[in-house]
């Protein structure tokens, strides 16, 4: 009888490789682990740095404080916190940004949640009307709207000194006070920023059974007291989502208040660091923006921690529903009449004064003889028109090209982003990365433009200094942008089945072939709403370009700044409607190309 065999001994170094080796044949953690070293080194470190910068002096203060670059100091914060300057810098802005950030937020909730309702509750008519025009704000750049709202109520004594329609045309005088401060940027920002509620409250209103209410109309509550007791409770989900999204993207936008708020010396935060940036103050800037990053981030803490604490509604169930639309009886007509002018206004209006003006060889001059095409195609003072303009077709092929850049890539991460969070979701690698890509949300674009542009003026080891290059703006976007498209990609994701890949990796498919041949193929849906929305948004920035561009790097947005800044309106007016024109096609382009609207998938799919 032979003696047992004596049982194999492996070493611990040979399992710890075998482990590793079948870990690097996992695509789930080879691309967890490099998304969370590559998105670690473009959204953590900048934030880690720029608390470092804020604290150490800065090229141009050596002498102001009497210490080499590089010295560690306080100096920065004291003089916004404690300095005599601090008012003008710091609690002036800050004030003005919670005034205008409460407004916003409010009016853009109010009006989106209302015409949701109306839309998807209502008997109103005209409903696919209203509701594919509610949406149109958003595709409008922010600043469009401003220089509408200038080109209407401004007045001959502030701005450029040419007088509006409501002035010249009706012979009104508007006061400052509607041309410009903090009334109009809460209007506009207010309206454009309406279509996150309208769109994330639509989808929360087609959700509720009818048969909730009906219960409650049986039983004699009247329709107010059945809005504010069931209605409201189960959307509130979608209206905490649409009050993150409005006023996390508000906060640091920087056209509005520069347009509407800058003639008027009134501050926010954004146009603070844009102008302390702008003399060389980046030690200010620095503090400022990590402040403003801080602000955003704890009121989207404060809300995910009270709406965590609501009680829960089911609304969706295995059973039948029904859904009965409220009878606006004798004000339907009314209302709607008082909705279809609204959304006309907020749609259509400010491109066709933008348009109107672009045509005037003198601003505020209306009349038919004043009308020329030289701002388009001649030359005044000068200046060429944007449409033979070397200068603004430069800017136009890197807005283009910036903005096509960014959606493919960002669409693309996004797939991938998704497909990481979903293969395995809830373990740390998939919350890890879900999270570590949702950390540009609470950054004010303002804020991240100014966070790259200390990051990136100089050499970092194998990376050359990417300021005057279009690589900072194409990273900075991206990053940005990474949250819309990340959440989209995980929505699309989660539709797929995890058999139809394993079947795929069963006939020997390497993940490559799986993810061109089937999980691309059923997520293109998810790439194209991230692209749009990465194109869009892009295309119509001006909080980000507005620190990074420079003349070699121009793009239209950063142009038309430079052009409202100089006094020369109608061609900034000119180029506001080519920004238009270039968004509402990509987009058509893309509803027709899917048969859907792309938009629609936004509501839904961000936190």
């Not at 695509?27 to 969370?36: A, K, R, S, T």
């Not at 039983?219 to 209206?239: E, W, Y």
Request: proline share 5%; glycine share 10%; net charge positive.
């Amino acid at each position: 009888m032979s003696p047992p065999a004596e049982p194999v001994r492996v070493s611990r170094a040979r399992v710890t490789r075998n482990h590793l080796m079948r870990l690097l044949r996992s695509p789930y953690h080879v691309l967890g682990g490099l998304f969370i070293v590559v998105f670690g080194y473009l959204i953590v470190v900048p934030l880690f740095e720029i608390v470092v910068a804020s604290l150490q002096v800065q090229d141009g203060d050596t002498r102001r404080i009497g210490a080499d670059v590089g010295t560690w100091t306080a100096y920065y914060w004291n003089r916004i916190l404690a300095g005599p300057l601090s008012g003008r810098l710091f609690y002036e802005p800050l004030v003005n940004t919670a005034i205008i950030s409460a407004g916003f937020t409010l009016l853009a909730m109010t009006l989106g949640t209302t015409l949701a309702w109306l839309v998807l509750k209502t008997d109103i008519g005209m409903r696919r009307f209203i509701g594919s025009a509610a949406i149109i704000p958003y595709i409008l750049p922010s600043w469009t709207l401003a220089l509408a709202w200038i080109t209407f109520f401004g007045n001959d004594r502030v701005g450029v000194g040419a007088a509006g329609v409501m002035q010249s045309v009706l012979g009104i005088t508007p006061p400052d006070w509607l041309g410009y401060g903090p009334l109009p940027i809460i209007i506009v920002l207010g309206i454009n920023y309406s279509a996150y509620s309208f769109l994330l409250a639509s989808a929360a209103f087609a959700t509720i059974d009818s048969r909730l209410e009906e219960a409650a109309v049986l039983h004699g509550v009247p329709q107010r007291r059945i809005l504010r007791s069931i209605t409201l409770p189960i959307i509130l989900p979608a209206l905490g989502s649409a009050f993150i999204l409005t006023f996390a993207n508000g906060i640091g936008t920087f056209g509005v208040p520069a347009f509407l708020g800058i003639p008027v010396r009134f501050n926010v935060l954004a146009t603070s660091i844009y102008q302390s940036a702008g003399i060389g103050r980046f030690g200010d800037a620095f503090a400022l923006t990590l402040i403003l990053v801080g602000i955003a981030g704890a009121v989207i803490v404060v809300n995910n921690l009270l709406m965590g604490r609501r009680r829960q509604f089911t609304t969706m169930t295995g059973k039948g529903s029904t859904y009965k639309r409220v009878a606006l009886g004798r004000w339907r007509a009314p209302i709607t009449a008082l909705v279809v002018v609204f959304v006309a206004i907020a749609a259509f209006v400010p491109v066709t004064l933008l348009t109107w003006q672009s045509f005037q060889l003198r601003l505020g001059d209306y009349s038919l003889s004043n009308l020329t095409l030289a701002y388009w195609t001649g030359e005044v003072y000068g200046i060429r028109g944007i449409l033979v303009s070397e200068r603004v077709r430069a800017a136009a092929l890197n807005t283009f090209v910036t903005g096509l850049t960014v959606g493919v890539v960002t669409a693309f991460l996004g797939l991938l982003i998704g497909y990481v969070v979903t293969k395995k979701r809830g373990t740390l690698l998939a919350r890890a990365v879900e999270q570590i890509t949702f950390i540009p949300f609470v950054i004010p674009g303002i804020a991240l433009a100014a966070i790259y542009l200390t990051m990136f003026a100089q050499p970092r080891g194998p990376i050359p200094s990417l300021y005057g290059t279009v690589w900072i703006l194409i990273l900075a976007f991206i990053v940005a942008r990474l949250p819309f498209a990340s959440r989209s990609g995980i929505a699309a994701m989660m539709q797929i089945g995890g058999s139809l890949e394993e079947a795929a990796e069963m006939h020997g498919a390497g993940f490559w072939s799986r993810f061109r041949r089937v999980l691309f193929p059923l997520a293109k849906r998810g790439f194209l709403t991230g692209f749009i929305l990465s194109f869009v948004a892009t295309v119509k920035d001006l909080s980000i370009v507005v620190l990074l561009a420079t003349p070699q790097t121009m793009m239209l947005s950063a142009l038309t700044f430079g052009y409202v800044d100089l006094g020369q309106r109608q061609f900034a007016d000119a180029i506001g409607v080519v920004i238009v024109t270039i968004v509402l096609a990509m987009t058509l382009a893309a509803q027709w190309v899917t048969k859907t609207n792309p938009l629609q998938g936004f509501g839904g799919d961000t936190k």
